[in-house]
């Protein structure tokens, strides 16, 4: 069978759909095709443990996606997406019932790092001061496709030159050295946590951006969660896409781009069923793209696009239960979303075990319970919880899956003593489940890809616009592309925005040239 579109974007993920609607908002015939069985990619609901329990299989917290420029400028509200707020956005547990928050009230956060050692609050408020007032110009550098420009030039007559320079310094510090500066008690293992939602190490450049950045959302637009859970997210973009007249098709894994004379032709399905057309999205990681387009892509592009790297394993947990978390500390019993991992030097210990290529005994864990903000996640008086941790390559996971998942168990347990009695049903899912759920989380990565300094910038391959590819009509919109990953949809809509810009400009025929004999 074939059918023509005037755009095909492949993987149904927020990117995916994301581009989709731009597309469509650009008066465009599209189709997406999804591999999986259901829309969304990395942002699903499932009940992994019992009937009634809904948990986020992957993503649950989406700061970027509520600071979005993109989402903000589509009615996805229209189509059931409602944001729920936590009482506290992330508590950081101590030892002997103490914690640090983070919430939207930064007064309220002052407070709690100043509690743990005197003038640490301060020197927050002092750091993140005029980021907050000036927050539009630093989404938009944040937020923005490649090359971030526009932020730029709006951050340095808000922050004057000084200011400007200093933000370029925090972009290339590490955490330890921000935390050496601004915070100097227990409280840096606040900062500490939030830095490891990326994979660059603590004493690294560009640790320091990541964990002050995710914190600065928490006080500018909250950590909130969609109601019902991450799924509503691709829900209501789909929604909003069959409302411009885009179509989406599931259990539909794209086998290849067809092209002839490096232009885009075609898209062939698993199923054998041809879809022509001259405008393709690939929302894949750079391998991917590579398996799509074979040759095509040339050796030199094909070269840049293998070396892309991937950053640490995950293995994630999810249970039911049959109460709250008993969470020592009162704060943390109202937080969405914990930092499980004790004092900076506790957290210090858990990484130099890692970074041998062993399991800790104590890890560092990401942990959330989005139903006590949100009561439709399970049955009356009984909640939801989720844990990650990121784990050293090489683990036999047939040997270590449910012995890892009880010592993260134990873990929780040291600051919420009576979490294991509560349990009702458990969930694990090892590196290689998560990547057998969703193609893009290599080695069960769930960042897309490395955020080392170097990939950080140059995300797929060091480029000017890195959504094009050198084949015409072929573009990547996904996580692995800057600005990389979280739900908010840049690169999607990036890559689509390329795709109608070349749209604009004619194409050349190829003549072929006949040898005329000697």
């Given at each position: 069978m074939s059918e023509r579109y005037d755009a095909v974007v492949i993987g149904s993920g927020p990117n995916g759909l994301t581009a989709a609607v731009t597309l469509a908002e650009g008066g465009r015939s599209v189709l997406v095709v999804e591999a999986a069985a259901a829309l969304g990619g990395a942002t699903a609901t499932a009940e992994l443990t019992l009937p009634g329990f809904h948990h986020d299989v992957f993503s649950a917290v989406h700061p970027a996606a509520v600071a979005s420029p993109v989402f903000a400028n589509l009615p996805l509200e229209r189509h059931g997406l409602r944001w729920i707020h936590p009482d506290v956005a992330m508590a950081h547990p101590l030892p002997g019932g103490r914690a640090a928050v983070l919430s939207r009230d930064l007064d309220r956060t002052v407070r709690s790092l100043d509690g743990l050692h005197p003038g640490d609050g301060?020197?927050?408020?002092?750091?993140?001061?005029?980021?907050?007032?000036?927050?539009?110009?630093?989404?938009?550098?944040?937020?923005?496709?490649?090359?971030?420009?526009?932020?730029?030039?709006?951050?340095?007559?808000?922050?004057?030159?000084?200011?400007?320079?200093?933000?370029?310094?925090?972009?290339?510090?590490?955490?330890?050295?921000?935390?050496?500066?601004?915070?100097?008690?227990?409280?840096?293992?606040?900062?500490?946590?939030?830095?490891?939602?990326?994979?660059?190490?603590?004493?690294?450049?560009?640790?320091?951006?990541?964990?002050?950045?995710?914190?600065?959302?928490?006080?500018?637009?909250?950590?909130?969660?969609?109601?019902?859970?991450?799924?509503?997210?691709?829900?209501?973009?789909?929604?909003?896409?069959?409302?411009?007249?885009?179509?989406?098709?599931?259990?539909?894994?794209?086998?290849?781009?067809?092209?002839?004379?490096?232009?885009?032709?075609?898209?062939?399905?698993?199923?054998?069923?041809?879809?022509?057309?001259?405008?393709?999205?690939?929302?894949?990681?750079?391998?991917?793209?590579?398996?799509?387009?074979?040759?095509?892509?040339?050796?030199?592009?094909?070269?840049?696009?293998?070396?892309?790297?991937?950053?640490?394993?995950?293995?994630?947990?999810d249970w039911a239960l049959d109460a709250?978390?008993?969470?020592?500390?009162?704060?943390?019993?109202?937080?969405?979303?914990?930092?499980?991992?004790?004092?900076?030097?506790?957290?210090?210990?858990?990484?130099?075990?890692?970074?041998?290529?062993?399991?800790?005994?104590?890890?560092?864990?990401?942990?959330?319970?989005?139903?006590?903000?949100?009561?439709?996640?399970?049955?009356?008086?009984?909640?939801?919880?989720?844990?990650?941790?990121?784990?050293?390559?090489?683990?036999?996971?047939?040997?270590?899956?449910?012995?890892?998942?009880?010592?993260?168990?134990r873990q929780i347990e040291r600051f919420a003593p009576g979490f294991r009695d509560l349990i009702l049903a458990r969930h694990v899912l090892a590196p290689a489940d998560l990547e057998a759920r969703n193609a893009n989380l290599v080695g069960g990565d769930v960042g897309h890809g490395s955020y080392a300094m170097d990939q950080l910038i140059f995300r797929p391959v060091p480029a000017l616009n890195p959504y094009s590819t050198p084949v015409r009509g072929l573009f990547i919109g996904s996580a692995s592309v800057f600005p990389g990953g979280a739900v908010h949809g840049v690169p999607g809509h990036a890559a689509a925005r390329a795709a109608l810009r070349e749209a604009r400009i004619p194409r050349v025929p190829q003549l072929r040239l006949r040898r005329t004999p000697a």
């Open positions: 301060g020197r927050w408020r002092e750091l993140v001061a005029p980021y907050l007032r000036h927050f539009e110009a630093v989404r938009a550098t944040m937020l923005a496709g490649f090359p971030p420009v526009a932020g730029p030039a709006r951050l340095l007559p808000a922050l004057k030159l000084g200011g400007s320079l200093e933000f370029v310094r925090l972009l290339l510090m590490s955490a330890e050295s921000l935390a050496g500066e601004v915070l100097h008690g227990d409280g840096a293992a606040w900062l500490f946590g939030s830095s490891l939602h990326g994979d660059a190490p603590l004493d690294s450049a560009g640790s320091a951006i990541s964990g002050m950045y995710l914190n600065l959302l928490g006080h500018a637009v909250g950590w909130p969660s969609p109601e019902g859970g991450a799924g509503r997210i691709p829900a209501a973009l789909a929604g909003h896409l069959r409302e411009l007249g885009g179509e989406t098709r599931t259990s539909a894994p794209a086998e290849r781009v067809l092209t002839r004379r490096r232009h885009v032709v075609a898209v062939e399905l698993a199923s054998g069923d041809t879809i022509q057309t001259r405008t393709v999205v690939a929302t894949t990681t750079p391998h991917g793209l590579v398996r799509l387009a074979g040759d095509a892509l040339g050796d030199a592009y094909t070269r840049r696009a293998l070396r892309f790297r991937y950053g640490p394993q995950t293995i994630k947990l709250p978390i008993p969470w020592e500390n009162e704060d943390a019993r109202t937080a969405g979303t914990i930092h499980v991992g004790g004092t900076p030097d506790d957290i210090r210990g858990a990484l130099r075990v890692v970074s041998r290529g062993k399991l800790p005994t104590h890890p560092f864990l990401l942990a959330g319970q989005q139903s006590l903000a949100d009561p439709t996640r399970a049955p009356a008086g009984k909640h939801t919880a989720w844990a990650y941790s990121h784990t050293p390559a090489g683990v036999d996971w047939n040997a270590e899956r449910e012995r890892f998942a009880d010592t993260m168990e």
